[in-house]
């Protein structure tokens, strides 16, 4: 568990316990509910990390709301976004093994994640990695209900593919850009699991079939 949900958690049953004494049982179930949730929603469960080469991870849990080609900077992209509601875990994971090049947080708006404007109006940490000669881009965006987006590192660590990097709190959005040559496996609407649900793989195709590509990715996401 995050130890966020520590805090939370505690915090709240002592006031729980407080009300429980001064006023009654019945005024300490809702800081008790509270509690349950905090715990719940801080969860930090291990996963299975995709050993194969150039595979690129979802740095989240979530529903992939978008897949589509853009251009950033005069450059063509491949973004797939990812919707983190309130009941997804919000850790978040390096999609690749690299090095961090550039971490930028802009402050912006609390939009609705859903909505496609987010991705640039929003309040977002955005990450630039370089590994195997490749780069990929992740951003950890804020939602209507996230307000605080937590990064753990800075500009010239190394990161494995699947280590944890940080967290969103509450409801949001995570994008991964890589080079449009990736071939993707994953569509819209389909269900992730940050760290261990294969998005693209940026060099060719391995030796697996796509169709094993898609079934890792199905597995990662029951």
Request: charged letters at 20%.
């Amino acid at each position: 568990m995050v130890r966020d949900g520590y805090y939370y958690g505690t915090a709240l049953l002592v006031v729980a316990v407080l009300l429980g004494w001064a006023l009654g049982y019945p005024y300490a179930i809702p800081c008790l509910v509270l509690a349950a949730f905090f715990l719940w929603f801080f969860r930090d469960p291990e996963r299975t990390i995709p050993d194969t080469p150039g595979a690129i991870v979802s740095p989240g849990d979530g529903k992939v709301t978008s897949v589509e080609p853009i251009n950033l900077d005069g450059k063509p992209w491949a973004r797939i976004s990812i919707f983190l509601s309130v009941f997804n875990v919000h850790v978040n994971r390096s999609p690749i093994s690299g090095v961090i090049r550039d971490v930028q947080y802009r402050k912006g708006k609390y939009l609705n994640a859903m909505n496609p404007a987010c991705a640039e109006c929003n309040e977002q940490n955005i990450v630039t990695m370089a590994g195997d000669g490749k780069i990929v881009i992740f951003k950890q965006i804020a939602g209507l209900l996230a307000r605080r987006i937590v990064f753990n590192h800075k500009v010239g660590d190394q990161l494995v593919r699947g280590q944890r990097v940080g967290l969103i709190k509450f409801g949001s959005r995570v994008d991964v850009l890589l080079d449009r040559s990736a071939s993707l496996q994953v569509k819209v609407g389909d269900r992730v699991k940050g760290g261990s649900s294969v998005l693209a793989y940026l060099h060719s195709e391995p030796q697996s079939p796509v169709g094993v590509g898609r079934e890792e990715v199905r597995q990662g996401a029951s």
